[in-house]
């Protein structure tokens, strides 16, 4: 079964915009593709949606992650981010990277904020922008040890 919704708004210009959503269904499943006005609303407003993608290092996770949030206006979290902050905090503080109960605590007690739109990437700890710190040669080599302890 296939199936084609199309919906009209009026945008404050007057400019009359579609969001487009195909549905194909089959003996394995049903595949969707959401094609969102701009400005449209989001596709699960109000309720919660969890999506993880898992792949090795290089492969294109954050891009995929990052274009499906921007589509679906939806948030983004990105936990790598997370990880490689504590990376770099640990660094900074000259922590143990194999002292896996102080990497613990460390993570733990970390003040950290990160941005979770898809379009702008922003990573503080304490307070301090360390976007691009974290994604630094000497933080990147140090986040396998973190994730390995967490």
């Known amino acids: 079964m296939a199936g084609t919704a199309v919906s009209e708004q009026e945008t404050e210009q007057g400019v009359a915009q579609s969001t487009?959503?195909?549905?194909?269904?089959?003996?394995?499943?049903?595949?969707?593709?959401?094609?969102?006005?701009?400005?449209?609303?989001?596709?699960?407003?109000?309720?919660?949606?969890?999506?993880?993608?898992?792949?090795?290092?290089?492969?294109g996770k954050s891009s995929v992650s990052k274009e499906v949030a921007r589509r679906l206006r939806l948030a983004y979290l990105d936990t790598g981010a997370m990880y490689r902050a504590v990376a770099w905090d640990c660094l900074e503080r000259g922590l143990d990277l194999a002292d896996g109960t102080l990497v613990e605590a460390a993570a733990r007690g970390l003040d950290l904020e990160l941005s979770t739109s898809p379009a702008t990437e922003r990573v503080l700890v304490r307070g301090a922008d360390v976007t691009a710190a974290i994604r630094e040669p000497r933080s990147s080599a140090s986040v396998s040890a973190v994730a390995t302890n967490l």
Request: proline share 10%; no cysteine.
């Open 20 to 59: 487009e959503l195909h549905s194909l269904s089959t003996a394995q499943g049903t595949s969707v593709r959401y094609t969102p006005a701009p400005g449209a609303e989001p596709l699960r407003l109000g309720r919660p949606l969890v999506v993880a993608i898992d792949g090795q290092s290089g492969s």
